[in-house]
């Protein structure tokens, strides 16, 4: 008997391979029984050969060849077919199916080839009131094609703590754009393996910490790395041989 049956008392689905068997894995009952077969009727067995097996008290069911519930339960496709070739199957479909959506939403791939602009920027540690300091960043479009503008936003914190000059190249349009709380500078689009040095000059206003977050995206490619970096500024005269660092994001 290899049919899955269904408890008549609470429901529950049984299958042939299941620990306890015969017996129900919910409430216990016996799920064979001659009463319980379809060749059982009008107090004895109907079936031709088997009949001279059958026993009042219903216990020759689980020897018997001609068994038959009447409460088998249908078995699922899914069931019939081996549990790891099955559960394979669903992992397959669903990465597909990941795949398939993440071409719909992004079919340029723009959105799932990771960071595509590289940014290495030097920051200096500490400068001095008054006195022009400059943060050089180097940009790389690390895509296999053009990006579209390359936009560099430095936080209104940061500008609240150091004035801006005009940086080295001019951006496009040459001029400083202040939109909100931020300052937007922006640059032509970079080829496939371009790079972008950009010169940021900067006077400083006022003593304190100066934290310089700026960062650089293009639009069509998503946003590219953030640089954060705390500045010391201080009074003149300034140390000998004050350093910057290369800040990776």
């Known amino acids: 008997m290899g049919q899955p049956i269904r408890c008549p008392q609470c429901g529950f689905v049984n299958q042939p391979d299941d620990i306890g068997f015969p017996r129900c894995g919910q409430c216990h009952e016996d799920l064979m029984l001659c009463g319980d077969c379809r060749q059982y009727g009008d107090g004895s067995c109907r079936h031709p050969l088997a009949y001279a097996r059958f026993r009042p008290d219903g216990q020759s069911a689980k020897s018997c060849a001609a068994f038959a519930s ?31 959506s993440s071409w719909f939403i992004d079919p340029h791939g723009r959105y799932f080839r990771g960071n ?46 150091a004035a801006p000059v ?15 709380d931020r300052l937007v500078l922006e640059y032509p689009p970079l080829p496939a393996g371009g790079n972008l ?45 004050q350093g910057s660092n290369a800040v990776r994001p």
């Not at 977050?213 to 300034?238: C, M």
């Open 166 to 180: 005009m940086p080295l190249p001019e951006p496009r349009p040459a001029r400083i754009n202040r939109l909100n």
């Open 70 to 100: 009447r409460y088998a339960a249908r078995r699922g496709m899914m069931w019939a077919i081996p549990a790891p070739v099955w559960v394979a199957s669903l992992l397959v479909l669903v990465l597909v199916g990941l795949a398939v």
């Open 116 to 161: 595509p602009l590289h940014v290495i920027a030097w920051v200096p540690d500490r400068v001095d009131v008054g006195q022009t300091f400059i943060i050089t960043m180097r940009i790389t479009n690390v895509l296999e094609e053009t990006s579209s503008r390359i936009y560099l936003e430095i936080d209104d914190e940061f500008l609240q703590s």
């Open 197 to 241: 040095v950009v010169q940021l000059p900067f006077v400083p206003l006022r003593t304190g910490t100066a934290p310089f977050v700026a960062r650089i995206y293009a639009p069509s490619n998503q946003l590219g790395p953030a640089i954060e970096k705390p500045i010391r500024v201080g009074e003149l005269p300034t140390a000998i041989g």
